[in-house]
């Protein structure tokens, strides 16, 4: 397996990890731009570019992702 194999597959576990862990009510109650950012957070675990979407400061956008029950690894 090379290197590129690896992360991928480490990718796409994270990605399943992440889609199990969400609380999918909390997130589909939030208003469009929210829901919207934190599901793109779920498919991608790309935290800076979820946050520009939400339109948050980080820090808010973290304890957002941790009230959604999505893990970070942070």
Do not use: H
């Not at 994270?14 to 731009?33: C, G, L, N, T, Y």
């Not at 599901?39 to 941790?66: C, M, N, P, S, W």
């Amino acid at each position: 397996m090379t290197v590129v194999e690896w992360l991928d597959k480490a990718e796409e576990r994270a990605r399943e990890v992440r889609r199990r862990m969400a609380d999918w009510s909390f997130i589909e109650r939030q208003p469009p731009r929210i829901k919207a950012a934190l599901i793109y957070y779920v498919k991608t675990g790309d935290l800076r570019r979820a946050q520009r979407i939400a339109g948050l400061k980080l820090e808010e956008f973290i304890d957002l992702i941790k009230r959604a029950g999505i893990p970070t690894g942070l």
